[in-house]
């Protein structure tokens, strides 16, 4: 079983210890298609030692709430039987991972320790005291990029334009299958740990504000059956219904990548191997999400520290929003206002209960919802954090880089360019409910998330 070694970076050398390799889970949930597990496999073996698999549950992890933890724990316990299924010991701990990991890693005396590539800040902190505290070979392993991130590029790149062709030369080396995880040779037998999920999330505060989904099913089977789904029902139109929130024409695997139940590569391979039935260019629409827009996410988190704030904005986005922060704004909501989809706009509330009762919004809709955002608030810095911390709150896959990407597009112009200067946007692209009138029936889109007879806003949410 050889890993590409340029898929890992090795953070430090050590001795380590006379016990087990132990793969610290954290972005990527899933046992099959994972390059960090596999590299961790592939050690273990070599060193004639057991794998063990920690995932350390972190409270209140950037503000998530029932809705997430629920999907997420669900995943886990398929992760605990799959680990079981191969004689590798699958553990749940519970704290502020840059601790407990090392604690753990030093009672079991681990060889080595491997984790997987996230470039959010609280991960890279987590990284770094593990790193610190623990004598042992450490390699951070990317399993959620096709070309490594940090591979693709050593640096902040400027736009999709700048990234895309360093990716497509890559793309032939490391768009590979993945080989098939066996049993393990040291195999470590024992109750396979159940993962009482109820009892996990009996601890969290339920929220009334954010219901739980229940119209998609969390898990790497799930995730499986999703792609497919995908594939044989909505790739076929996708690059022409991409832009139509009542064509359905999302891939619907965003939450499944978020939690890494879903590979992007296993996505990517799945679709081009459907290129003859869904024709060329839907699987180029598909692979310029799933790759180009996704690793440019993860690039720009990487080399930006600043990626969800307002100064992480390219110069121009800053300085345009600056001179136009003082124009006159028509209508202006606080967060809380927007949380119940309470403002003027029919079809902007119609985004918001979706977002709200379904933890997903259309791509499309998510760039109007949050211009809107933008135009309604007193001001851009306001209108940012008033957009990260709504996706971050009700989106499935908030908190990732996508999603912070995506706000920044939409309110400040990241990976875009200069459009015609006008109030409050100043040049970031505008949008409006006419443009999305041409694009799709918007009276059919707001009876579906603002039936007459249902609520007309959610409940007050717990700030
Ligand atoms: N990662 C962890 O290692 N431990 C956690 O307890 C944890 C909770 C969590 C809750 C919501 C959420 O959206 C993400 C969460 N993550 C957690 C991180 C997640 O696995 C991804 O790594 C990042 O959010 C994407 O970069």
Known sequence: MDINPSRSHLWRTGPGGRGPVVYWMSRDQ?????????????LSVAHRVPLRVVFCLADGFLGAGLRHYAFMLTGLGEVAAGCA??????????GDPGEKVAEYCREVDARAVVTDFDPLRVK?????????????????????????????????????????????????EYLEDFPEVPEHP?????????????TLLAGRGADSGVPLVTDILPGEQAAGAALREFIEMRLPGYAQGRNDPNAGMVSGLSPYFHFGQLAPQRAVLSVMAARQEVGGENVDAFVEEAVVRRE?????????????????????????????????????????????????SGLWNAAQA???????????????????????????RQALETAVWLNDRYA???????????????????????????????QVRYMNERGC???????????????????????????
Request: some cysteine.
């Open 30 to 42: 899933r046992v099959r298609d994972n390059w960090a597990l596999l590299h961790a496999f592939a």
């Open 85 to 94: 299924a191969r004689g590798i010991r699958f553990e749940l701990l519970r």
């Open 296 to 344: 440019l996410s993860d690039n720009f988190c990487l080399y930006c520290p600043d990626y969800d704030r307002f100064e992480g904005l390219p110069d121009w986005g800053k300085r345009t929003l600056a001179a136009h922060a003082g124009d006159r704004r028509e209508y202006t909501y606080d967060r809380e206002t927007f949380a119940r989809g309470l403002t003027h």
């Open 186 to 198: 040291f195999a470590e037998r024992g109750p396979g740990l159940e993962l009482d999920v109820s």
């Open 124 to 172: 890279q902190e987590w990284m770094r005291r593990v790193v610190a505290a623990v004598d042992a070979d450490l390699y951070e392993t990317d399993a959620h990029n096709v070309v490594p991130c940090r591979v693709a590029s050593h640096k902040r790149e400027y736009g999709a334009r700048t990234l895309r062709p360093r990716i497509g030369r890559l793309l032939p």
């Open 354 to 380: 979706q977002l709200r009762e379904t933890g997903r919004m259309h791509g499309y809709m998510r760039m109007y919802w949050a211009k809107k955002i933008l135009e309604w608030s007193p001001d851009p």
């Open 396 to 426: 499935l896959d908030g908190r990732d880089p996508n999603g912070y990407v995506g706000v920044l597009w939409s309110v400040g112009g990241l990976h875009d360019r200069p459009w015609t200067e006008r109030p409050v946007y100043g």
């Open 437 to 463: 009138r041409r694009k799709f029936d918007v009276e059919a889109y707001i009876r579906t998330w603002l039936p007459p007879d249902g609520p007309s806003a959610g409940p007050a949410p717990r700030s």
